[in-house]
């Protein structure tokens, strides 16, 4: 009996034992808790700053979206702009090309106009060193002394004159009559007479004569002069002063 006595005691001692025993460890395992639950919070306080500042960045981020979306639809709308622009810019470009194409073409055609009119230094001035007698038919009168033949319109070779352009020409020629001979010269444009200087040397002396005219010629018209058939004209280019001469000259061209 008494040893149950002493028995129940040391059970509930050690019974209480295991339960401090027990309670320690709970104590352990919630101090253990609290520390990981202060570092969660502590982890978690840190992860919603983290977030926060994150979120910021994003709202930052988006924000810098928003502006650079904003001038790309300003950007567009300028270049859309400046396309149009360009296109009218073109356009007119197009337009003054042609005004500027067609204005040089009428330039182009007045300057050739006014090359094929301008004024040429046309000028001749030629006279015979001998004597000629219309023999058989009516002679062409010669000239073997060329002083002037601007603009080559004199051929040295059967002495007619051939304008080189259209336009009004003044001509000028003179012959020396002998003594007691007749001298009777046309003038010729393409085959027909135009004009005439006649005289008589007297038995005691000599005559001179000529004439002057203005012809409105076409290029290519020919003019010379011609002696008639039986008569005669004195030269002697002794003294180096023919007295036959032939002169012609372009006074504006039409």
Known sequence: ??????????????????????????????????????????SLKESQENLVKAL?????????????????????????QLESELKA???????????????????????????????????????RSTSLTGNSDNTVITYDKIWLNDGNGFNKFNSYFVAPLSGVYMFTYNNLHHKGKDSYV?????????QCISGYGTSSGWGMSGNVIQLKLQKGHSVWVTLQKGHFIFNNDNDGCPFSSFNGQLIYQT
């Open 56 to 80: 910021q960045r994003v709202a930052v981020t988006e924000s810098k979206l928003q502006q650079a979306e904003t001038k790309l639809v300003q950007a567009n709308v300028k270049r859309v």
């Open 186 to 194: 046309w003038l010729m444009l393409n085959g027909k007479r135009v």
């Open 89 to 127: 810019g073109l356009n007119d470009m197009k337009n003054v090309g042609t005004k500027n194409s067609a204005s040089i073409t009428g330039l182009t055609q007045n300057l050739s106009s006014l090359q094929g009119k301008q004024t040429r230094h046309i000028a001749f001035s030629v006279g």
């Open 1 to 42: 009996m008494l040893t149950l006595v002493l028995l129940v005691p040391l059970l509930l001692l050690s019974n209480a034992l295991a339960q401090v025993d027990t309670i320690s460890e709970i104590q352990k395992t919630i101090s253990v808790l609290v520390q990981r639950m202060n570092t969660a919070e502590s």
